[in-house]
T-cell receptor
Framework: GAVVSQHPSRVICKSGTSVKIECRSLDFQATTMFWYRQFPKQSLMLMATSNEGSKATYEQGVEKDKFLINHASLTLSTLTVTSAHPEDSSFYIC?????????????FGAGTRLSVL | QKEVEQNSGPLSVPEGAIASLNCTYSDRGSQSFFWYRQYSGKSPELIMSIYSNGDKEDGRFTAQLNKASQYVSLLIRDSQPSDSATYLCAPQFGAAGNKLTFGGGTRVLVKP
């Protein structure tokens, strides 16, 4: 199946710093990618839809200025957590849709565990 | 509010038994349905997709869909300890494009 690469897998940073997470579709093009956040023992919550060549679409309650999304090419989307604080510590996961088995399948990256001290 | 409901579990099953997971969803416009497995600390991996009413089998997994009842289920036959994970139900709501809405997940524990 299709592969989505996410980097880094783990980040530990000090409060107030910015952290960039990359999501790449390795063997297919993705005009759309999705960014999720998952807190311990909770399900995945969609943060935003990343659109190639245009602005991201954010879900209700997600701060656009804090979670900057850039989708500059058909294979790369980045999420930057600006001025990170301990409450931003979470598991961030990206996904990209690809065609398989007659439908659109979401392929997930391995996730990035962010710990803000 | 579009919702996906799953029993959080844990669903404890003996090795070799059948694990039965259920999911209900609120959006009648949903056309595509997915089951993902998520191990602790890992990202979700696709187990099954189903688009039509009825059953779909893939190895030890069977997905069942009933759109009229807004219900989708997953059966795991001959459960193995390696099946111990959280199973996420994810309908693709009709007007949401490629977006998935995840249920809270059902934690499955397979005991040797």
């Amino acid at each position: 199946g299709a592969v989505v690469s996410q980097h880094p897998s783990r980040v530990i940073c000090k409060s107030g710093t910015s952290v960039k997470i990359e999501c790449r579709s390795l063997d297919f093009q993705a005009t759309t990618m999705f960014w999720y956040r998952q807190f311990p023992k909770q399900s995945l919550m969609l943060m935003a839809t990343s659109n190639e060549g245009s602005k991201a679409t954010y879900e209700q309650g997600v701060e656009k200025d804090k979670f900057l999304i850039n989708h500059a090419s058909l294979t790369l989307s980045t999420l930057t957590v600006t001025s990170a604080h301990p409450e931003d510590s979470s598991f961030y996961i990206c996904s990209a849709p690809g065609l398989a088995g007659g439908g659109n399948i979401q392929y997930f990256g391995a996730g990035t565990r962010l710990s803000v001290l | 509010q579009k919702e996906v409901e799953q029993n959080s579990g844990p669903l404890s099953v003996p090795e070799g038994a059948i694990a039965s997971l259920n999911c209900t969803y609120s959006d009648r416009g949903s056309q595509s349905f997915f089951w993902y497995r998520q191990y602790s600390g890992k990202s979700p991996e696709l187990i099954m997709s189903i688009y039509s009413n009825g059953d779909k089998e893939d190895g030890r997994f069977t997905a069942q869909l009933n759109k009229a009842s807004q219900y989708v289920s997953l059966l795991i036959r001959d459960s193995q300890p390696s099946d111990s994970a959280t199973y996420l139900c994810a309908p693709q709501f009709g007007a949401a494009g490629n977006k998935l809405t995840f249920g809270g997940g059902t934690r499955v524990l397979v005991k040797p």
